[in-house]
């Protein structure tokens, strides 16, 4: 039999175990298992066939996705309690957020809250195509306004404050000690129960995502009429126009105590 | 086994084949005996529409995974070993413009090109709504198994079986899926009258079902429920410590890379192994069954690495 190079070349682990027999039917075996990385050493060369069937789905894409949206200043990654990636999404949505708000009492959104999982894959330094900022949220999920009432909003922080990931924010300081917001601040101000908050998400988490049940019957559903997706396009060709590139940086705003 | 052993024998399968297409009778109706010395499971989860490898420029994958690259390897494989099953656990859907653009039109087809055996329904599956799933469906050549999510209400009904059985020389392997709960993960509007049912519950009725009523020797469990929760939320541990016939569970869902397999011991005190691959197709599991043959034969493609004895459990 022709020796498998690849594999070979890639085995860390082996476990071999023999499985008792009893019962019906049972089958003895052995078992080696390994996970095989699909990088150009371990596998040098591609599928012809497949290659060709992606090439004419990639020539449409191409046109479109190749190009340059904006630079950014540096590596971006999501982070708990907060990371560089949350505080770019959160602060570009929420501005743009607050741009297109329109709200017949003329109260303002006070805080944005978005979440961890949706934020696929990390941003490079350097150049971000389109394409880049499809990865980073491939979903179709629309910004929404959703005004809670001030119980629902102490739900919301009790759930950040137990929340094992960084979900990203802005426009709020919370300080946590033992899974309890020991300190909230939204635009800069004590947490007040007695009145109502509007907050700025996705329709996915406004509809009980990712467990945030405190959006679900809230007193208010507002619909911007924006992709979250697009809002972050919309800011990268702004700060790209100006000749700027796009960066974050970590200030604190969710803090874990001991 | 040589490659003259193995010409023989595709030829006689190839033969048989085709008098079963010809006479409507299924091709495992004639049996064969041969006596399966090997079975190379590969399996892919989570694979998110990754259909380009990463960008040269990615912080953690450059230049890594892509369809086209898994289908070198898993070709490379098919030429080495005989019998082989090519699994994925969900998740096949959403990640890259690709599929905003096509809907995963083209993810099916090149799995089907790869010769991929079955998937389950991740919670991506839904992305585009039942509609969009059922749209795209028929470009999968392979079938897609769920045996705890109910689509008997929904446009799905009869397009996603509860389980399958390959057979593979001698062997017969039976396959049962399970699903995540969808709500609080899924919006309510994408996956409409879809009934989510108790994992465990349906995997031990699966189980009893593949083993008992249907002799097979070897059980597959193909999940996306995820491999394990610190809330104790039910996962692939859960799953292998509460059945009894599961011999090995395919994950996927907490993009976990499990290296090697996981072993958790099941409710008769047996071994349960538990494969993930972690996220987006940078990688391709692994795992080779070997029966009732020497173990001096054994591991020869593996001849870097350490060989190991038969040991007990």
């Known amino acids: ?258 | 086994m040589d490659l003259k052993t193995n010409r023989r024998t595709f030829t006689r399968t190839t033969l048989l084949g085709s008098l079963a297409l010809a006479s409507g009778i299924p091709f495992w109706a004639f049996g064969n005996s041969e006596e399966v010395a090997r079975l190379c499971i590969l399996h892919t989860n989570d694979t998110h529409s990754r259909i380009d490898p990463y960008p040269a420029n990615d912080p953690n994958y450059p230049n890594m995974g892509g369809y086209a690259r898994r289908a070198a390897l898993i070709n490379q494989i098919r030429n080495q070993v005989e019998h082989v099953l090519l699994l994925d656990a969900g998740d096949i859907f959403q990640g890259t413009p690709y599929f905003n653009m096509y809907g995963g039109e083209p993810e099916l087809k090149l799995m089907t090109m790869m010769g991929y055996d079955a998937a389950t329904v991740g919670n991506h599956e839904f992305d585009n709504g039942l509609d969009g799933f059922a749209n795209i469906l028929p470009h999968a050549g392979f079938p897609f198994i769920s045996s705890n999510y109910d689509f008997s209400r929904t446009i799905l009904d009869g397009k996603i079986d509860n389980y399958r059985i390959f057979h593979r020389g001698n062997l017969k392997i039976g396959i049962y899926g399970l699903g995540i709960e969808l709500e609080g993960l899924v919006g309510r509007n994408l996956y409409g009258n879809t009934v989510y049912h108790d994992p465990v519950r349906v995997a031990r009725r699966m189980e009893m079902l593949l083993k008992e009523d249907h002799n097979c020797q070897i059980i597959i469990c193909l999940s996306h429920l995820g491999y394990q929760y610190e809330t104790g939320k039910v996962s692939d541990v859960i799953v292998a410590e509460k059945t009894r016939y599961t011999d090995i569970i395919v994950g996927g869902h907490t993009h976990t890379l499990l290296e090697p397999p996981a072993q958790v011991t099941n409710s008769a005190g047996k071994n349960v192994y538990i494969g993930q691959t972690g996220y987006a197709g940078v990688r391709l599991g692994r795992m080779d069954l070997y029966f009732n043959t020497d173990s001096t034969e054994k591991f020869v493609e593996f001849n870097t690495t350490k060989i190991f004895k038969n040991q007990e459990i």
């Open chain 1, 1 to 258: 039999m022709i020796k498998l190079r690849i594999v070979s070349h890639v085995i860390s682990f082996c476990i071999l175990l023999v499985l008792s027999c009893s019962g019906p039917m049972q089958q003895d075996f052995e078992l080696e298992g390994t996970v095989v990385l699909l990088d150009s050493i371990n596998v040098p060369e591609v599928d012809s066939n497949q290659k060709a069937v992606i090439q004419q789905y990639r020539k449409n894409l191409e046109a479109e996705m190749n190009r340059l949206l904006v630079y950014s200043e540096r590596v971006m990654e999501r982070g708990t309690p907060e990371g560089l990636l949350n505080n770019f999404v959160a602060d570009l949505v929420f501005e743009i957020g607050k741009e297109l708000y329109a709200p017949e009492d003329d109260k303002p959104i006070d805080f944005c809250l978005l979440n961890y999982g949706g934020l696929r894959v990390p941003l490079p330094r350097g150049e971000i195509t389109y394409e880049r900022v499809f990865e980073l949220l491939p979903f179709e999920n629309e910004m929404v306004v959703i005004t809670l009432s001030g119980e629902k909003t102490l739900e919301l922080f009790h759930y950040l404050a137990n929340a094992t990931r960084g979900m990203p924010v802005s426009g709020i300081k919370l300080a946590i000690q033992d899974n309890h917001a020991l300190e909230i601040l939204i635009q800069g101000k004590e947490f007040d129960i007695n009145r109502t908050y509007k907050v700025l998400t996705s329709d996915y988490l406004a509809g009980g995502g990712d467990s945030m049940n405190f959006f679900l019957q809230p007193i208010n559903y507002e619909l911007l009429g924006m992709r979250v997706r697009d809002a972050i396009i919309k800011h990268m060709q702004r700060v790209h126009a100006k000749g700027e590139k796009i960066n974050s940086e970590l200030d604190g705003r969710i803090t874990v105590l001991d």
